[in-house]
């Protein structure tokens, strides 16, 4: 099991520039969520799909932010245009329903995303 | 509006004492709370759970206690090891949902 994987690790980028984070589940999840984190107010939840079709999108902060899960072993989040309050750490994270209702969430190991 | 607060941003204690992390929440129909222990440069790692039927669970040195009527919970770790040095973040689940605290970093002092 590798886990959820997330690319790229880093991203530095200019203001106004489009940003694509990727992320890979565990394979057999059917549960997959995107937080993101800052100091002031820690981990927050964005958006989390449940079987590819997204269910909970109210914590995305604005238009300028999307997410798409085209496939079970496939996800985006995509800022466009990206500014520099975007600056955080973007974790991916996926669980399964096999286990019951609260079986916990698996993180990826994040993207460091700095705008400038 | 922050449903899940940990109002201690960090906690320092000596190896082989408890340490004790706090956390409140607001949110009455959380049904299930969780505590994530977060390394520099990686993700969460699931630490240990408790349901809102038990008031108590405890997983080797660590136990989690929870007391529904003040909407606060607490993980206790004994005896600290310098290993235990990394962020702690409390979580409660709703509808689906899992909100976290913006978490507490634990020193280990040797």
């Known amino acids: 099991d590798a886990g959820v994987i997330q690319s790229p690790r880093h991203e530095v980028t200019e203001m106004g520039q489009e940003v694509t984070l990727r992320c890979k589940p565990i394979?057999?999840?059917?549960?997959l969520f995107w937080y993101r984190q800052t100091m002031m107010r820690g981990l927050e939840l964005l958006i989390y799909f449940n079987n590819n079709v997204p269910i909970d999108d109210s914590g995305m902060p604005e238009d300028r932010f999307s997410a798409k899960m085209p496939n079970a072993s496939f996800s985006t989040l995509k800022i466009q245009p990206s500014e520099p309050r975007d600056s955080a750490v973007y974790f991916c994270?996926?669980?399964?329903?096999?286990?019951?209702?609260?079986?916990?969430?698996?993180f990826g190991n994040g993207t460091r995303l700095t705008v400038t | 509006d922050q449903q899940v607060k940990q109002n201690s941003p960090s906690l320092s204690v000596q190896e082989g004492r408890i340490s004790i992390l706090n956390c409140d929440y607001t949110n009455s129909m959380f049904d299930y709370f969780l505590w994530y222990k977060k390394y520099p440069a990686e993700g969460p790692t699931f630490l240990i759970s408790i349901s809102s039927i038990k008031d108590k669970n405890e997983d080797g040195r660590f136990t989690v206690f929870l007391n529904k009527s003040a909407k606060h919970l607490s993980l206790h770790i004994v005896p600290s090891q310098p290993g235990d040095s990394a962020v702690y973040f409390c979580a409660a689940q709703g509808a689906q949902k899992l909100v976290f605290g913006q978490g507490t970093r634990l020193t280990i002092n040797p």
């Open positions: 994270a996926s669980r399964t329903s096999s286990r019951g209702w609260n079986s916990p969430l698996h």
């Open positions: 394979s057999g999840h059917d549960y």
